[in-house]
Structures are given as C-alpha cells and as structure tokens.
C-alpha cells in the first residue's frame, strides 16, 4: 500500500486557524452539496456499512440544522457522519478549525492501567504520572465514548490511540457539554490510590517548555520510538530484536521521486544486509520482529524482506518468531503482520491493532470549495483474509503498566526471555 496520511498518528497535525485567514463566511450547503456529489463518486465503496439513504439523511440534517452552529461545530457534526460510514481512513479534517490557544497542557499515555499524565508545563508538574478519572466531575469513560465519535471506531485500540489527543482540546470539550469556562477541573489520582484534584486551564505545550515523567530507565522500543528501523543482538539470550517502526525508506521516496528528501532517510536495503548478516554470524535462539509502534506507509518493501525473512527461518527451524503487535499498529504494517502469518509459524504479542486485515487505503483528498477542509478517502479495498476482523488479536496479550513505563520494563521482552 501507498503511502498515506495516517488517520491514526496520536494526533493530525495542526494548522494556523482559516477562520483567521478567511474574509467571507463559509457556505456550508455549498460544501455539503459538494461532500454529497462528489464522495460517493471517488470513494471505492461508501456505502460499504452504511446506505446511500443514510448518508445523504445525514448530510440534509447537518444543512437543515435549525439552531446556528459555529464553523467548527458544522465540521465536527460531519465529521461524526464519516465516521459512522465505516472506513477510519475517510475523515474530515477538522483541524484547522481549533484553536490551538485552547488546548489543555499535558500530554495522556494510554497505559493496561488508565490515563497518566505524561507531560505538563512546570506549574502543574504535581500531576506527573497521575491518572485521570474525571473532568469537571464527569467521568473518564463517559468523556471517552463521546470523543469516540469523532472516529471510527473499529476497535478498542483506535480508542486507546486518539482519544489522549482529542481530549486536550477544550473546544471538543465544550462541543459535548463538558465544560462551559476556560479552565477545567481534573480528578486524578496518585499511584497509591489517594485522589487529587488540580485545576488547569489552556496554554501552549512543546519540548521547550514541558516537564515529563522521569523513568529510570528506556525500553529498547521505546527509546528508538522515532526510528524508521534498527536493531540490538543480546548474546546473553541469544535473542535478536528487530524493530521496524516505519514501512517507508530511502529506496521508497527515491522512488516518488524526491531524492533530496531521499537522501535524509535510513536506506531498508542497508538495514536488509546487516540483519541477516547479524542472523548468520550470531547464535540465535528467539527472533523479535516488532511492529507495534508502525502506523504503515508501503508494504511492499516489508513484504519483500518477510519472505527473504520466512525462507531463512525455515532452514534454521530451531530460530523462535514473536512478531509483536500494538495499538499504532495499522494499514501497511498490518499488511506486513499478514505476511508474517502467511509464511511463518510466528506467535503474535503484545495488544490488538488499530487497523483491521481486511480495510480500506489507498488515500486519495478532496477540499471542500468554501471551507477549504480536506477530506480523505479510500480508493482500494485490502482484503487479506476470508474472516471479517475487527483488529488483528495477538496470540498472547501484554500490555505495558505504568509502573513498567516507569522502570524501563518490556513485558513482552521479559515474556520472550522466559520462552
């Protein structure tokens, strides 16, 4: 599969606001009329789980709203539409509409055991490492299922994968009735179970400006979350762990033709070579090949290297396959874990994906004429498996705690060494 914006990355990325660039009001019917038309025609099959009748329902209430609605509010409401179409790859980018003024500072990390508190400006670095039960006294779960519907919602994962980004906004707070001021207050608690409650109001939060949860120590997976692909050999285990983060390259945006932009990216065939040279000179008993935190791009270059992969395992059937899997799992690198499937006897590990085997890709955006939003779509179906699957379930389930987070612990590492 193509590369593709990926609906799915903890969060879009953000835009100056277009209200502030625009002179003359939105024609929402324009757009609408536009979204109606124009959507069904180019996508390869709306209508996949939801009916044409649905859709067009959908659209004539947003255009007949009888109350007024803000810019952003109309968006949101259509966005929620999309999202009940069925395909997590179709979405409305309603971005630009936020401001990005009124985002609350800190930053969630999903853990087996809630919400925490990963990041936050100094003045509320009391709440580090907190988790999060309520806002304004409206609890977590409730606040999560209706953020849950700004996307679709294919599994469980997708929720653990968007919603710490979505519910720092205070303009998507206030859209579900959660808070009406310009300050919330959070309900937490410490890791001995005491309560707390903090009052936070919005402000802007970068790496210049946050204080973070200090662990004592990084995973591996962890420690190289930003690299396209690397590796370590432990001779002591004699277990090999392979890390492929990104299925994109040097060779695959050469092939776009941006060779600048080439240029700057590790080369997978360099990385191809060194890994198979590590498997022949090294003793090696377990083999980790790690997924869990690939968001896609293509997957032929994976596809290719599994089979390579696949041939040299089964002449060395003593080597143990984990391929692990994770909630950033999705699109390509699902494509790539199918593979796996098909020409290994691997155990899958770790958590259920994001994506599904069987999805819609090949991303294709269409810009609605007033508002001047994007729209994705779908052009192709992937259908890689005869089963109709939510997510792709691993074998065994491991989630990482907090307190793993915190001590540099890799419970599916630590699993494999026990093998």
């Given amino acids: 599969m193509k590369q593709i914006i990926l609906a799915l990355s903890i969060v879009w990325g953000f835009s100056l606001s277009l209200s502030a660039q625009r002179e003359q009001p939105i024609d929402w019917k324009s757009d609408l009329d536009y979204l109606a038309k124009e959507l069904p025609a180019k996508h390869c099959n709306l209508f996949a789980k939801k009916s044409n009748e649905y859709f067009l329902s959908g659209i004539h209430a947003i255009s007949n709203h009888p109350e007024k609605q803000t810019d952003l509010q109309k968006a949101l409401k259509i966005q929620q539409l999309l999202a009940q179409m069925g395909d997590s790859h179709t979405m409305l980018n309603f971005y630009p509409l936020l401001d990005n003024d009124q985002f609350l500072p800190f930053h969630l990390l999903w853990t087996s055991d809630g919400l925490h508190v990963l990041h936050t400006l100094p003045e509320n670095q009391a709440i580090l490492g907190y988790k999060l039960s309520s806002i304004n006294q409206t609890p977590i779960q409730q606040i999560i299922d209706s953020l849950s519907t700004l996307f679709t919602v294919d599994n469980q994962s997708v929720v653990k994968t968007m919603?710490?980004?979505?519910?720092?906004?205070?303009q998507?707070?206030?859209?579900?009735?959660?808070?009406?001021?310009?300050?919330?207050e959070l309900s937490l608690e410490k890791t001995d179970g005491t309560p707390v409650r903090h009052t936070i109001k919005p402000a802007t939060l970068d790496r210049n400006n946050r204080v973070s949860v200090k662990p004592d120590s990084m995973a591996f997976y962890l420690k190289n979350e930003r690299t396209f692909f690397t590796d370590a050999y432990s001779p002591d285990?004699?277990?090999?762990h392979i890390l492929y983060n990104r299925c994109w390259s040097k060779e695959l945006e050469a092939e776009r033709g941006d060779q600048q932009k080439a240029e700057a990216m590790p080369s997978f065939k360099s990385f191809e070579t060194k890994t198979l040279r590590t498997l022949a000179k090294n003793p090696v008993r377990k083999l980790i090949f790690d997924l869990r935190m690939n968001g896609g791009g293509d997957s032929r270059q994976g596809t290719s290297y599994i089979e390579t992969l696949a041939d040299?395992?089964?002449?060395?059937?003593?080597?143990?396959?984990?391929?692990?899997?994770?909630?950033?799992?999705?699109?390509?690198?699902?494509l790539n874990a199918m593979d796996f499937r098909r020409l290994t006897k691997t155990v899958f590990i770790g958590e259920e994906t994001s994506g599904k085997p069987n999805h819609f890709g090949e991303v294709r955006s269409i810009r609605l004429p007033s508002s001047q939003l994007v729209v994705q779509y779908s052009t192709k179906y992937f259908k890689n498996t005869d089963e109709e699957l939510n997510t792709l379930a691993p074998d065994v389930i491991l989630e990482t705690s907090f307190s793993d987070l915190k001590k540099g612990i890799d419970p599916i590492y630590e699993w494999v060494k026990k093998q």
Wanted: proline share 6%.
């Fill in 312 to 334: 040299y395992l089964n002449k060395h059937p003593q080597i143990k396959l984990y391929v692990v899997l994770g909630r950033q799992t999705f699109s390509s690198a699902i």
């Fill in 163 to 170: 919603v710490p980004g979505l519910i720092r906004s205070l």
């Fill in 237 to 240: 285990e004699q277990i090999y």
């Fill in 172 to 184: 998507l707070l206030e859209y579900f009735g959660f808070t009406d001021s310009p300050q919330v």
